[in-house]
């Protein structure tokens, strides 16, 4: 019986120590460029973004996890057409003017993604979350604004790496994502590719 | 325990970051002009194609006397480029002046346009071209009537100028009504708000002016 419980325990030490790591978690600065629908609301290469990454390994190259983010897109706008105005009493007409667009995005997303043996110290890997997306878009001329928000479904498949800087734990996280939300509400389908650089953590 | 304060550190930089750099504060007086234009569709089935400039930029202002200082400075540009577009619109001998004095003032930008005088005979137009200009924050929608000088001319004009709710200091108005109608209060034909003209600078603001008149006219395609 004493054997029994010796075997086991060097099996189950064996196992933990078998996986090089146990979580992984990265903070990221994310630049956005909308595509689609939503490119064509927005078209510029945003700047203000920001994802919180926390996955966990359940062996060498999966691991399992999550992600929420927050992007901000915003772009001014001048010289385009009238937006039309319908009162539904009988009186319509248009309003026109510079207008500033606005997209506030929180994607909340479940993740998996797969490791590749690079041979050396980087990890590249791909995964892919999917989950939901919170959108506000809101579109302001002078003094006006017109906005409206969705809850829609997301998914976001990625490739990346992961850089130590040397031998800590610590290192540097790039990730090319392709973000794509369902329409919902008001709000056409979204579409909108993210470069992430930020600091990963590897335990 | 240090990788764990990186961490947070880490994540409340960022968030900060990107809090101090949210869009919003880059907006430039001119970004804030707006040019609305509201129609009675029924009124416009058949598009009129006749026009009489009332030749006097009516100045709204409340009781309270709180209102902005405003000496005509940019009544040339409202009036004369309103008068450009209906001259564009109409042709020239379709389009008339309405003034109570023999010369108006300021000096229209067309000479060929016929001055129509109080005891004139009624040129018949399809519509009657009111400007007015907001001098005090409106809160309503209501009516105000220009000055008593209008008593008595061939229109037998008081006619009331329509204001509407939450319009700022400085928008200008220009209206249309059948000329029949300008007694009662049904509401024009046809109104632009050019918002957010009155600035301290000028020139400034007579470009703007001409711009936002403009605009409105060529977002109206249904006038003509």
């Not at chain 1, 539904?88 to 997303?109: C, E, K, M």
């Not at chain 2, 970004?31 to 006749?50: A, E, N």
């Not at chain 2, 399809?126 to 008593?151: E, F, H, Q």
Request: charged letters at 15%; glycine letters at 10%.
């Amino acid at each position: 019986m004493r054997k029994i419980y010796i075997t086991a325990i060097l099996l189950i030490g064996l196992t933990i120590s078998s996986y090089a790591q146990s979580s992984y978690w990265s903070l990221n600065w994310d630049i956005t460029k909308a595509a689609g629908d939503t490119g064509d609301y927005i078209g510029n290469i945003n700047f203000r973004g920001v994802s919180f990454d926390g996955r966990a390994f359940i062996n060498d190259n999966i691991s399992i996890g999550g992600s929420v983010a927050w992007y901000t897109l915003y772009d001014k706008l001048s010289g385009l057409p009238p937006i039309e105005i319908d009162n539904g009493d009988g009186t319509a007409g248009h309003i026109s003017g510079t207008q500033a667009r606005y997209l506030n995005l929180v994607p909340v997303l479940i993740n998996s993604h797969f490791y590749f043996d690079s041979g050396g110290d980087f990890k590249p890997y791909i995964g892919i979350g999917l989950g939901g997306i919170y959108t506000e878009q809101r579109t302001e001329i002078g003094l006006s604004s017109f906005s409206s928000d969705s809850y829609a479904f997301g998914a976001q498949p990625e490739i990346g790496v992961y850089i130590p800087f040397g031998y800590s734990g610590t290192g540097l996280n790039l990730a090319l994502r392709y973000l794509y939300g369902t329409s919902a509400g008001d709000l056409d389908s979204l579409s909108m590719f993210t470069f992430a650089i930020g600091i990963g953590f590897m335990n | 325990m240090k990788k764990e304060i990186l961490k947070y550190v880490m994540l409340f930089s960022v968030t900060a970051l990107l809090f101090s750099c949210y869009p919003g504060n880059d907006t430039d007086l001119e970004d804030l002009d707006t040019v609305t234009t509201i129609y009675k569709t029924d009124d416009f089935s058949t598009p009129p194609k006749s026009a009489i400039v009332i030749w006097k930029v009516v100045e709204i202002k409340g009781e309270d006397g709180d209102n902005i200082p405003y000496h005509g400075e940019i009544d040339s540009e409202i009036l004369n480029t309103t008068l450009d577009n209906l001259v564009d619109m109409y042709g020239v001998d379709n389009v008339y002046i309405a003034s109570v004095t023999d010369t108006p003032s300021p000096v229209p930008s067309n000479s060929n346009v016929e001055i129509i005088k109080q005891h004139d005979p009624d040129p018949n137009a399809d519509m009657a071209v009111l400007p007015s200009i907001l001098l005090r924050k409106n809160v309503g929608v209501g009516w105000t009537y220009p000055p008593y000088w209008w008593w008595g001319c061939w229109y037998c004009w008081y006619y009331p100028v329509p204001y509407y709710y939450d319009y700022e200091v400085g928008t200008v108005m220009v209206s249309m009504k059948d000329p029949n109608r300008l007694g009662n209060e049904e509401g024009s034909s046809w109104t632009t708000f050019i918002r957010g003209l009155l600035s301290s600078n000028n020139s400034f603001n007579k470009d703007r002016t001409v711009k936002g008149v403009n605009q409105a006219f060529d977002q109206s395609p249904y006038l003509k």
